[in-house]
């Protein structure tokens, strides 16, 4: 028996890209904001690691953390957001 699961695709052309105006080149996120959610890649070490996370607004309408992990490329990023999507 197979199980078929609705995967998420998140596609990087669909985040905008924000640089530091001090560091660009060394520190800057790709971020995509939905209704229900701000997805966020960000960098400090110019690309050599990335922080996927997930925030979601709670009842006081304030935006919480529901996610974040530590990964070696932009894709690994990706498939993380694609895994939490679908949990």
Known sequence: MLAVVNL?????KEFKLV?????????????????????SIFTMDGGKTFLA????P??????????????NSIQECLDAFGHFNNR
Do not use: G
């Not at 640089?19 to 997805?39: L, V």
């Open 8 to 12: 998420i695709i998140m596609n990087l």
């Open 19 to 39: 640089k530091n105006k001090q560091r660009p080149d060394f520190c800057y996120a790709y971020e995509k904001k939905t209704d229900s959610r701000k997805y």
């Open 53 to 56: 996370s997930v925030e979601e």
């Open 58 to 71: 709670r009842m006081d309408k304030r935006w919480y953390s529901e996610f974040s992990e530590t990964h």
